[in-house]
């Protein structure tokens, strides 16, 4: 009997009850019943999406819930491995929120909205039809813009984040609706067992159209270049509890429906979907690297580092599409699997991330890294812990994200042999775009590590900062063992992986795609193995030797204590360190054309003369310039179409009756002229 039906009925039964304790219970005992609540959704997705991942089916149908259309629920692997995921992460972050609100950082509509949220992300992967797919997207979209948006009497920025994200998901819900709708109308169904039915009778423009269209939709959910906008403002002013969700669970939705449409639905296109596809994930990798590494805002930062990895995630699903139109289905596995794999190790390190830059928030009240500093001996266990997600996140050995970027360089390198000039020219570049931004993202979490806990304190907040409560290290603990676990033994995927890449419909190598046991990770069919765990272990060795052959051969001097010589400067202080701003200025200067900081001195001079100045202040800002050439336009040209448009509405009935009556005469004649 398969456990996954009673785990996500299970699901919604917890998830009734939490919001239910959100809007009942007193506030004191509110955050242990809604956090309990929401751990049980995730704990229940959890147990749902590790059946499927062992082989375990389940489908269901409501035709009476929904009208006309009806329900449709299906889970296999693919599904199972994204409901894992969010279930997981949910977890973590219910476990954290405990903590979270409880000190007064999440108010009443937080704690009720929360299970509902985390509900639809466990329930999101198992629409098998449009009508159900899109109702759960958008009960997903509503609940997730309610929580963006809990803070908004407090604070402009938050507002402003809000109405960026409503507009922006709505509209590839637009798109997304547009696709899908196109796609069952031609396809002669709307569940996803139609549309696989009947994706072979399509014409090449149709399928090319759902697939542009979806991809978009998706896209943008997903934080790519250029649908990117709203990421990087309303996962820094979420809750940080609500940022663990959304950018370690929500965002991978975006790169399900994907798989989903593009692999099982439309049963792969031509090789350009997957050309486009790479370059999409390739520039959206670099771009959000790049704008992480200048961002000053830790919450901010760390957005635009999923930006970045969701890229390369793209990367891999693009690399798949290509194979798979020129029948290497070996390689198309292995890049699927690689994507796959970077999606469950970008869950693990970038919800602690978020995580920690909340105990962060909850000890000094501040994201600016350069007015923090000094955490370490003040927040040691944070401090630990953000250095653990900041090692996956830099995809160095030994952190998780090195598995699964080592694997997607693998297949893409494998992949060179494939013939086509466009093959030849973008697989390169996509090699190197995933090499710089590996780079990128070294530099700025040494920059957010270094600064803001390593350098001294520069301000009274990080002076005064404590460590989080024990139920905030609980859930970042919860993460990091997932992280260690990722990365030590990732062999223990390996069949897990395997069955979502043939749900998908992508062809595998004899069942399996990846071999060996957990301790280390062998390609089939190609020359490539990794041992994570022995390379932790002589890294660990090597970091032990070096001081004791140090300490061994250096002699024993006499000691004498005596005040340094400072050249009459005096002792250093916090104003001579190096902030995230200046840190960052060197890549500020390479990237300059693509980033166009701008630049403000303001000069006082003294009242009684102009000669002599009395202060300078210098500032230097780096916005989203996609933002600023792409978005700003086409708001204000929206905003000069709003002024128009209020000179009609004038407040007279009989205006408003005569352009009743003129557009029903426009639409008569349309009508007419259509017949």
Known sequence: MSAIGPALAAAGALAAAGSACGLALPERARPAAVGACTAGVGAAGLVAGVSALRGQLWSASLPDLLPLAGVHLAVDALSGLFIAVCGGVTVAAAVYGIGYTRHGLAGRNVQAVLPLFAWTLVTVPTAASVSTFLLLWELMALSSLLLVVAEHRRRAPVREAGLWYAVMTHLGLVLLLIALALFSARAGGETFT???????????????????????????????????????????????????LMSAAMVNLGAYGLIRTGFDLLDGGPRWWGLLTVALGAVTAVYGIVQAAVATDLKRLLAYST?????????????????????????????????????????????????????????????DLDILGGLRPRMPATTALFALGALGAMALPPGNGFVSEWLLLQALIHGLAAPGVTTAVLLPVAIA????????????????????????????????????????????????????????????????????????????????????????????????????LWIALALAAVAAAVPAVVRSRARAPRRSDAPLWDCGAGAPTARMEYTATSFAEPLQRVFDDVLAPEQDVDVTPVRESAYLVERVRYQRRVPDRIEHRLYLPVLQLLARAGQAARRLAGGSVHRYLGYGFTALVVLLLALAVTR
């Open 194 to 244: 139609a549309l696989r039915a009947g994706a072979g009778r399509l014409s090449p423009a149709v399928r090319d159209t759902v697939f542009v269209l979806a991809l978009a939709a998706f896209g943008s959910k997903a934080g790519a270049v250029p649908l990117h906008a709203w990421l990087p403002r309303a996962h820094p002013e979420a809750p940080s509890n609500v940022s663990m």
């Open 307 to 367: 930006s970045e990895n969701l890229g390369l995630v793209l990367i891999g699903v693009g690399a798949a599409l290509l194979f798979d139109a020129d029948h290497h289905d070996e390689l198309a596995a292995l890049a699927l699997a690689a994507a796959l794999l970077h999606v469950v190790n970008h869950a693990a390190f970038k919800a602690l991330l978020f995580g920690a830059a909340g105990s962060v928030l909850h000890a000094t009240g501040t994201r």
């Open 433 to 532: 775009a995933i090499a710089l931004s590996a780079g990128l993202a070294a530099a700025a979490f040494v920059k957010a590590l270094g600064v803001g806990f390593f350098a001294r304190p520069r301000g009274s907040a990080a002076q005064r900062a404590v460590e989080s409560p024990r139920a905030m290290l609980a859930g970042m603990g919860l993460c990091a063992a997932a992280c260690a676990g990722l990365a030590l033994v990732p062999g223990t995927l390996s069949d897990a992986l395997g069955r979502a890449v043939a749900a998908s419909g992508t062809g595998t190598v004899g069942g399996r795609i990846l071999v060996g046991g957990g301790l280390d990770l062998r390609l089939a069919g190609f020359t490539g193995r990794l041992a994570s």
